[in-house]
């Protein structure tokens, strides 16, 4: 399988506040249900870089394949809709 990189705009504290948050809960989503027993091998790998240019600041997540990247963009989408 091959990485898949998600790029995300935070163009301020606020939104990279949010993104930190769904960052949070969608690892603990990833975790087996016994979050005390897993193993580290057990979780999907991701990579978060931050990205300066100029202005705008990115996030570029790196993920261990399409399934992980996809369930992650459907909760960041869900997060930035309002009242969420």
């Known amino acids: 399988m091959s990485e898949v990189i998600v790029h995300v705009a935070v163009g301020d504290a606020q939104i990279e506040d949010r993104f930190i948050a769904t960052m949070d809960e969608f690892t603990r989503t990833q975790a087996p249900g016994d979050r005390d027993a897993f193993h580290e091998n057990e979780l999907p790998l991701i ?10 600041i990115r996030k570029a997540i790196t993920f261990q394949d399409k399934k992980t990247a996809t369930e992650f963009l459907s909760l960041w989408r ?3 809709m309002p009242g969420n």
């Open 47 to 56: 990579i978060v870089k931050t990205l300066y240019g100029g202005q705008r």
């Open 78 to 80: 869900q997060r930035q």
